[in-house]
């Protein structure tokens, strides 16, 4: 078998499909193992939204870090910049950097 053909296996299941193993595990009904295996979703993807490494069905993802600055200061900042800008006084890198 050539390269190109061999493919790691995916399971297709909907996040809605999570659920039910989840509240099974977490009311103690059942193991995670047998909760993966009777309700047919892979054990560490189970084990993943228990212990938090992965959000719940129905999260946002959000990639990368949190901002640092909340939206109203991003835009005050940025005012701030234009208006020095039209005044003839452009800010460095360096001057924005220590604002913030």
Do not use: H
């Not at 295996?37 to 939204?49: A, F, G, N």
């Not at 870090?65 to 939206?71: F, G, N, Q, V």
């Not at 005012?79 to 800008?85: F, N």
């Amino acid at each position: 078998m050539a390269t190109s053909e061999k493919r790691s296996q995916y399971y297709s299941y909907s996040p809605s499909a999570m659920v039910e193993p989840l509240r099974a595990v977490q009311n103690n009904n059942i193991c995670v193992r047998e909760a993966s295996r009777r309700l047919d979703v892979p054990k560490m993807s189970l084990q993943d939204r228990l212990c938090g490494r992965i959000g719940l069905p129905g999260d946002v993802r959000r990639m990368g870090p949190s901002p640092y600055l909340s939206t109203e200061e991003e835009s005050n900042l940025t005012k701030w910049l234009e208006d020095l800008a039209k005044s003839g006084f452009p800010r460095k890198m360096d001057d924005l950097l220590n604002a913030v």
